[in-house]
């Protein structure tokens, strides 16, 4: 086995141990969202028998942080009540582009195909592509950040099939490990 077999996965659970996120009238908050499918994520990988690590927003650990794959799971806003479908970027400025670029692929792919949703890469924002984590972490941890979707349009989704919004992930980055075809 090569030595990045021994990596754990890390996922990142975004806003958690920081901040709400996005909030929506009712007091949906998006933090809430992601914690309850990252841990869903998790507990797959570790049941599949992948070392996995659940991470906070501003997790200390995120230093330095090597691992075979790195997720952050974010859900967006509710500002546009007719937006629908999910996002997912790297880095801008990676130091392993052609590997990053395959991550995104298959978790766009793999998503896509588990849920139904359209795939917005015209709403990508600074936000994802300058994610602060994507900095704190090795320059070598392949990573990516996916918005789940809209807190509004796609909030059944988001509520009440987790398990899918998590089978999508897992399928995504199992994809990437495994070397498989987007």
Known sequence: ASPAASLPIGIVA????????A?????????????????????????LGYPT?????????LEGY???????????????????GFKVARVEDSAVPGVEDRLVDCLV???????GLMFHEGSITPDMTRYHTFYEVDPGTPGAIIEVGFMLADRNLLL???DLVAQGIVEGILCFLNDEAP
């Open 66 to 84: 090597r691992a075979r794959a790195l997720v952050s799971i974010h859900a967006d806003a509710c500002l546009y009540p007719e937006a629908s």
């Open 109 to 115: 792919g793999r998503y896509q195909a588990r849920t």
């Open 160 to 162: 009440y099939r987790q």
């Open 23 to 47: 909030v929506c009238d009712g007091g949906l908050r998006e933090v809430d969202i992601n914690l309850a499918i990252a841990r869903r994520v998790v507990y797959t990988l570790r049941a």
């Open 53 to 61: 690590d659940l991470l906070e927003e501003f997790d200390p650990r």
């Open 14 to 21: 975004g806003h958690w141990g920081s901040d709400s996120g």
